[in-house]
């Protein structure tokens, strides 16, 4: 008598339960479990192999099934299929969107992985160094390491990388990059002309697999207090008259017939053609800290999203080991030494002074507008960082940020470290934030905030700005800030002269001031 696979395969024998871990037991043939007195391993091995060209019989089927299905509503596929073609999800931020906790802990997980690889001499460092963004000085702070042994030369970077996009000029090959690193007898180098691999970071488990050794740092600063230094020192014809400030600063730098300085050059502006950052200096003035970030360099192709900003921000705070805000060198530095080993007796100097690239050149720069104030009328000058912000709300949003987890990094590090604890008082004990001037606020908050003659005054006791935003239902429902001012933690609580001024202020360090508390 002959029955069928899938006959056999339903048999009351095939139907076993496992009673041990060493046998497996047929519940009606005594016969059979003495038969397959075998590993249950193997067991569930040939039951598998036994059962599987019927399962593929029935999962072919069912295929067809569905092909024949949808084959009746082809006009509705192919309309589907051109909406998905002209929306592209990246894997990557559907997994962010789907998990956004399991991409943070794998995230943390590969950086706190990464610097244990570089405290055992295993790992490398990857410096992405943002162009004109305090580079320079964290460069120097860098090659105090312990553990990362930076190169000597200029900006941290080989000259055979100078200019270049070094993972693009080693053909997109991590293992040709960190070949090339050993023969030098190195393990970091700074990135400055090429993106950071942010879709590798924040890809699946293979490709976050292939940067389990390597540790990441940057700098960043206000946008456009970089974007105003490049123009000072690398596209001095957009200083030449407030309109060509106009069309750089709002990416049309075709308007102007050479935006290059005379003492500078494209390539060293954009890099060379075989490995640049990208083709076109726009990149600098649309969001050019997210776009380097999620390797999204090329302002001319796809626009950017919320979920690259987001991206953006999980692969700077879980990822990236250190993330030093220029604006405060001296005390976000010190971030380093928990991250990757600086030496602080080394780097005491380094945190201290300020290094410009271009300082033995100033007298070049001696005739050209100090601030963008010197270029024109307030109105206009306004006008132009107004729309400025607008156009790179994705970079401002990425650098509040970065400020709030580089604080946060700070203070863990200065709980680790006494030395650093002390070092943070010293250098924030004579720094006491001025109230920015009337021209350092954007004035024209009505497109922003959806107001209608909308205000804004600085309030020296709170140290913050208030601002008086009259608007109607409409506006109110159509813009993105729903009105609730941000109120101070425990502001209810304050009195007698205990506040946030007086007991909170950074001038006092991490711990505040001593006198506001119990001893």
């Given amino acids: 008598m002959s029955i069928s696979i899938k006959e056999w395969c339903a048999t009351p024998r ?35 192999l036994t059962c599987l060209p019927t399962l593929t019989v029935a999962a072919l089927a069912h295929r067809s099934a569905l092909l024949s299905f949808y084959a009746g509503f082809s006009s509705f596929s192919s309309f589907a299929a051109a909406a998905a073609a002209a929306q592209p999800t990246s894997p990557v931020h559907a997994e962010r969107r789907a998990y ?12 706190q992985r990464a610097e244990r690889y570089l405290r055992q001499g295993q790992g490398y460092v990857w410096f992405q160094h943002m162009r004109r963004a305090g580079g320079t000085n964290l ?71 292939a940067w389990r050794r390597w540790v990441f740092v940057t700098s960043l600063r206000d946008p456009w207090k970089r974007f105003w230094s490049q123009l000072r020192h690398e596209m001095t014809p957009c200083l030449a ?75 700077l705070n879980h990822r990236f080991s250190a993330v030093i805000i220029s604006d405060y060198h001296s005390h ?25 690239p271009y300082a033995v050149h100033e007298s070049w720069f001696a005739d050209l507008p100090e601030t963008e104030w010197d270029m024109g009328p307030q109105a206009a000058i306004l006008n132009i960082r107004t ?39 010293e250098f924030t004990k004579d720094f006491v934030p001025a109230p920015p001037n009337d021209t350092d606020l954007e004035p024209e908050v009505d497109g922003i905030f959806g107001c209608s003659g909308a205000s804004i005054s ?10 008086v935003c009259p608007r109607s239902p409409d506006q109110s429902q159509a813009s993105w800030w729903d009105g609730e001012a941000a109120k101070l933690p425990g502001e209810e609580c304050w009195s007698e002269g205990y506040d946030w001024k007086n007991c909170c202020h950074p001038i006092f360090g991490p711990r505040g001031n001593s006198a506001c508390w119990d001893k």
Avoid at 100 to 111: E, V
Avoid at 163 to 184: I, Q, T, V
Avoid at 401 to 421: G, S
Wanted: hydrophobic share 40%; glycine share 4%; aromatic share 8%.
């Fill in 14 to 48: 095939m139907k076993c339960r496992w009673k041990s871990r060493r046998s497996c037991e047929a519940p009606r043939s005594r016969s059979w479990r003495t038969r397959l007195r075998v590993r249950p391993v193997l067991a569930s091995a040939l039951i598998l």
């Fill in 100 to 111: 956004p906790n399991r991409t943070a802990a794998a995230l943390r997980s590969d950086r």
């Fill in 139 to 209: 460069c120097g702070v860098l090659q105090t390491s312990t553990h990362a042994n930076f190169f000597r030369g200029q900006a941290c970077q080989p000259m055979e990388w100078n200019l270049r996009d070094a993972f693009k000029f080693n053909n997109h090959s991590l293992p040709l990059l960190e070949a090339k690193l050993e023969d030098w007898g190195t393990n970091s180098f700074a990135q400055e002309y090429g993106p950071a691999p942010g879709l590798d970071l924040a890809g699946d488990k293979v490709a976050r697999t």
């Fill in 241 to 315: 008259a407030l309109p060509n400030l106009r069309a750089c600063a709002a990416g049309k730098f075709e308007a102007i017939s050479d935006f290059c300085s005379p003492f500078s050059h494209v390539d060293a502006i954009l890099g060379v053609p075989s490995a640049r950052l990208s083709e076109s200096p726009r990149v600098y003035v649309d969001n050019y800290y997210t776009r380097v970030l999620v390797n999204k360099t090329d302002p001319f192709g796809p626009p950017l999203t919320d979920d690259d900003v987001e991206l953006a921000k999980d692969v």
């Fill in 332 to 356: 976000s530095s010190l971030q380093l030494v928990c991250a990757l080993g600086i030496n602080l007796t080394a780097a005491l100097p380094k945190l201290r002074q300020k290094t410009r």
């Fill in 387 to 425: 729309k400025f912000v607008r156009r790179n709300l994705y970079d401002y949003t990425l650098i509040a940020y970065a400020k709030q987890m580089a604080d946060q990094r700070l203070r863990e590090c200065a709980r680790q470290r006494e030395d650093v604890r002390e070092l943070l008082q």
């Fill in 458 to 467: 600085w309030n020296a006791e709170k140290e913050a700005y208030l601002l």
